[in-house]
């Protein structure tokens, strides 16, 4: 059994990759060469012609700033290469995993977003995978579109990683405390979409649609660099004098959700998945990043 996988060398994409599938299913994760998104007749003919029984795409622009003066390279990526996913799953008659995010929602709510509220994104990045889902959900009907938010792993370019970067040159750093969301660890993603696809694979009548996967507890981006920080110093690394600093004091070319709080409910209801602490993930990323980093001294 085949699971086609986009953006395999990113994030979820990694973590899908390490993931203990059953024995005899076999992860297709093409690079760029092999598969370019772009390419929305390549892509067609790639789901076609692979005898997959699911695709899994996680992959996305997510330069969430240079959106803003690239805005059709963000929708290339975000809107019309899932729209190609969709028509090849459907054309192929399989079920489609379509990775999202808090960033659909202009964050004016006051309480945690469920899947039903109104989307209103206020980046080009937003409005872009808001398109994508848009296409997803109107084209193949067995798809299941999980919104995310926060994402950090080992790998990649992620919040946890640029802190410790930053962390070990800077004395003293200023980090936005008045946006609010649930930091989420990869790994617990890639999880979520293993059980969910083999499980749509196996029962065609699996519940479908909209659901949010996002770390147990809120906190701000000043909140979530504290608890790395506090991580850290238990490591030995060298720690910054952290500031509480505003979005207005932070100024970026696109305008980021205030509330970024997922409700993660419907999916713990259709798939017993709850979410996931993820300050205990933290812990495994930070406990990764130091072997990778014993690793490189050898």
Known sequence: MRILVTGGTGQVGTELRQF????????????????????QEAVQAYVMAGGFAAVINPAAYTAVDRAESEPLAAFRINALAPA???????????????????????????????????????SVYGASKEAGEQAVRSINPRHVIMRTAWVFSPHGAN???????????????????????CPTPAKAIAEALGVIALRLIADQDAPC???????????????????????????GLQTPRLNAITTADYPTPARRPANS?????????????????????LTQTLDALEIARVEETR
């Open 159 to 181: 919040f946890v990683k640029t802190m410790l970067r930053l962390g070990a040159t800077r004395p003293e750093l200023g980090v936005v405390d008045d946006q609010r969301g």
């Open 84 to 122: 190609a996913l969709a028509a090849a799953t459907r054309e192929a008659g399989i079920p489609l995993l379509h990775v999202s995010t808090d960033y659909v929602f202009d964050g004016h709510k006051t309480g945690a977003y469920v899947e039903s509220d109104p989307v209103s994104p206020v």
């Open 20 to 39: 203990n599938w059953p024995q005899g299913v076999e992860i297709i994760a093409p690079n760029r060469a092999e598969l370019d998104l772009a390419d």
């Open 261 to 281: 709080v997922l409700a993660s409910a419907h999916l713990a209801k259709d798939y017993a998945i709850l979410p996931p602490d993820w300050r205990a993930g």
């Open 209 to 235: 649609g909209i659901y949010h996967l996002a770390g147990d507890e809120e906190t701000s981006w000043h909140g979530f660099a504290r608890e790395i920080f506090r991580q850290a110093a238990e490591r």
